[in-house]
Nanobody
Framework: DVQLQASGGGLVQAGGSLRLSCAAS????????IGWFRRAPGKERDRISC????????YYTDSVKGRFTFSSDNAKNTVYLQMNSLKPEDTAVYYC????????????????????WGKGTQVTVSS
């Protein structure tokens, strides 16, 4: 049974940090591109970061560049999103997802473009 489980969200003050985790079961990340996405209240789900398992390359959307870091622990089959210098506009439900196709995360437009989605974890940043 393939599952992705995101965790680590919570309430934090502006300027604070959180680390999100996304654990995979039923498959390994080896053959996938992994993405972190978020949906802010009243908005569409947006891609914020991608990690290629094949070469370890990462992508960050401009709004999080320099503040968020995407990493992986292959032994634990878990990826992480370290979020520093959090801002109220980072408030959203955060999701992880994977695709077998390397470009799907970078070109993400629709949810069906990713193969598996985890349930989201709420991040709330107070001002």
């Amino acid at each position: 049974d393939v599952q992705l489980q995101a965790s680590g969200g919570g309430l934090v003050q502006a300027g604070g940090s959180l680390r999100l985790s996304c654990a995979a079961s039923g498959f390994t990340f080896d053959d996938y591109v992994i993405g972190w996405f978020r949906r802010a209240p009243g908005k569409e789900r947006d891609r914020i970061s991608c990690l290629s398992s094949s070469d370890g390359s990462t992508y960050y959307t401009d709004s999080v560049k320099g503040r968020f870091t995407f990493s992986s622990d292959n032994a634990k089959n878990t990826v992480y999103l370290q979020m520093n210098s959090l801002k109220p506009e980072d408030t959203a439900v955060y999701y992880c997802a994977v695709s077998r196709f390397p470009d799907r995360c970078l070109t993400f437009t629709y949810d069906y473009e990713m193969d598996y989605w985890g349930k989201g974890t709420q991040v709330t940043v107070s001002s």
